[in-house]
């Protein structure tokens, strides 16, 4: 099975950028869709990105897209997301997770991923 852990949160002001690394161990990630989630205090976790199993295909929640990027590289085994332009409401713990199914159209489903890494905490200042 594999083993996901997450880095590259910190506190950063609004109007910033970070990159988020998910590196995957035990297996490769080729065999999976592979997705960014994030919950802020007192809400659900949510969806905010997906990429498919070579990087061909890409989808973002609204309130991400234009500013965030997903991306993957299978040899190193890893995933990132770029974020731009930052805000204060995008402040939360971001989880990377792996897809337990073959249906891209199921990419932003939460229940759909069965294996999360620790999750690392992303703070925008005002």
């Known amino acids: 099975q594999v083993q996901l852990v997450e880095s590259g949160g910190r506190l950063v002001q609004a109007g910033g950028s970070l990159r988020l690394s998910c590196a995957a161990s035990?297996?490769?990630?080729?065999?999976?869709?592979m997705g960014w989630f994030r919950q802020a205090p007192g809400k659900e976790r949510e969806f905010v990105a997906a990429?498919?199993?070579?990087?061909?295909?890409?989808k973002y929640s609204d309130s991400v897209k234009g500013r965030f990027t997903v991306t993957r590289d299978n040899p190193k085994n890893t995933m990132y997301l770029q974020m731009n332009s930052l805000k204060p409401e995008d402040t939360a713990v971001y989880y990377c997770g792996a897809h337990m199914g073959l249906r891209w159209d199921l990419a932003d489903r939460r229940s759909e991923y069965r294996i999360w890494g620790q999750g690392t905490q992303v703070t925008v200042s005002s």
């Open positions: 990429i498919d199993w070579n990087g061909s295909s890409t």
């Open positions: 035990g297996r490769t990630i080729s065999n999976y869709i």
